[in-house]
């Protein structure tokens, strides 16, 4: 079962960066991209800058509006209407690659964290404790965190507390738009590890954005290749190592160091 279908999707920009609606198009930065996630797994978008990574992502939690296409989440298709936001914004999250950028600096661990459940469920101050100091726990962090700002954490610690936001309201999928990308190796690997401990244990979906291969085929079950806003080559992790079709793939794989 998928639990998210992406069909033929189209964005295009204005020469001022305005998105066009249904107008013809004077760039696309996404052009008739399709993909699908199977519940439980993730998908790896890979593709230099300016391919059309971030695009996709916002498009699919409606920050950007889509020319053409259709976007199905759970069987359903989304209409983007304000009630479909409201259901969606529950069912999917995002994680950026900026995590200070991503959460309020003025709000402690806490507030930052219980931000989401408050706005679905009624929940009295301790219980709130409690479910927020089990999600730090699914990052690996403690409690004694709660009443700490974003400015007292190290990038790698941030980005664990983004992720438990992220996990607050029990998503279906969730968008890692490259969340380790400015993070040293060693952390990066622990953030990574947690991810792919949080998706057994949870069976959420991911979709996961990078420019680095070797960090998307090691999250990915499937793998895309966005190249020029352009899906050129789809296959199984394992599959896009052994027979790269496209050449662009073929340069990707080269440029691991280990792999070769
Ligand atoms: N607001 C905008 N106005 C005009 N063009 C835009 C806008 N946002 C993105 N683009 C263009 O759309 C294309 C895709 O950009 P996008 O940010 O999705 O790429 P990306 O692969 O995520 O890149 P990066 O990894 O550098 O963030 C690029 O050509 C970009 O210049």
Same mark, same amino acid.
């Given at each position: 079962?998928?639990?998210?279908?992406?069909?033929?999707?189209?964005?295009?920009?204005?020469?001022?960066? =305005?998105?066009?609606?249904?107008?013809?198009?004077?760039?696309?930065?996404?052009?008739?991209?399709?993909?699908?996630?199977?519940?439980?797994?993730?998908?790896?978008?890979?593709?230099?800058?300016?391919?059309?990574? &971030?695009?996709?992502?916002?498009?699919?939690?409606?920050? @950007?509006? #889509?020319? &053409?296409?259709?976007?199905?989440?759970?069987?359903?298709?989304? *209409?983007?209407? %304000?009630?479909? @936001?409201?259901?969606? *914004?529950? /069912?999917?999250?995002?994680?950026?690659?900026?995590?200070?950028?991503?959460?309020?600096?003025?709000?402690?661990?806490? /507030?930052?964290? &219980?931000?989401?459940?408050?706005?679905?469920?009624?929940?009295?101050?301790?219980?709130?404790?409690? %479910?927020?100091?089990?999600?730090?726990?699914?990052?690996?962090? %403690?409690?004694?965190?709660?009443? %700490?700002?974003?400015?007292?954490?190290?990038?790698?610690?941030?980005?664990?507390?983004?992720?438990?936001?992220?996990?607050?309201?029990?998503?279906?999928?969730?968008?890692?738009?490259?969340?380790?990308?400015?993070?040293?190796?060693?952390?990066?690997?622990? =953030?990574? *590890?947690?991810?792919?401990?949080?998706?057994?244990?949870?069976?959420?979906?991911?979709?996961?954005? &990078?420019?680095?291969?070797?960090?998307?085929?090691?999250?990915?079950?499937?793998?895309?290749?966005?190249?020029?806003?352009?899906?050129?080559?789809?296959?199984?992790?394992?599959?896009?190592?052994?027979?790269?079709?496209? /050449?662009?793939?073929?340069?990707?794989?080269?440029? #691991?160091?280990? #792999?070769?």
């Amino acid at each position: 079962m998928n639990v998210l279908d992406v069909k033929k999707l189209n964005v295009t920009y204005d020469q001022k960066g =305005i998105h066009l609606f249904k107008q013809t198009p004077v760039n696309y930065a996404v052009s008739n991209v399709s993909f699908s996630i199977e519940k439980g797994k993730t998908y790896g978008l890979v593709g230099e800058s300016g391919s059309g990574k &971030s695009t996709v992502a916002h498009s699919l939690i409606g920050l @950007c509006p #889509i020319a &053409s296409g259709e976007i199905v989440f759970n069987g359903q298709k989304l *209409n983007r209407t %304000r009630q479909d @936001c409201v259901e969606i *914004n529950k /069912d999917i999250q995002i994680i950026f690659q900026d995590a200070y950028g991503s959460l309020n600096p003025k709000k402690k661990v806490i /507030d930052i964290i &219980s931000e989401p459940i408050v706005n679905y469920e009624t929940k009295t101050f301790d219980q709130l404790v409690e %479910r927020v100091s089990e999600l730090l726990e699914k990052v690996g962090m %403690r409690d004694d965190v709660l009443y %700490r700002y974003p400015h007292e954490f190290s990038g790698g610690e941030r980005q664990r507390i983004a992720i438990a936001r992220a996990l607050a309201l029990n998503p279906k999928l969730i968008i890692a738009d490259e969340p380790t990308s400015s993070l040293d190796t060693s952390t990066q690997a622990r =953030i990574l *590890n947690y991810m792919k401990m949080i998706q057994q244990e949870m069976n959420i979906s991911y979709l996961f954005i &990078s420019h680095d291969l070797s960090v998307v085929s090691y999250m990915a079950d499937h793998i895309g290749v966005l190249y020029d806003g352009q899906l050129i080559e789809e296959q199984s992790a394992h599959q896009l190592f052994k027979s790269p079709k496209h /050449d662009y793939t073929k340069t990707l794989i080269k440029s #691991i160091p280990s #792999i070769d």
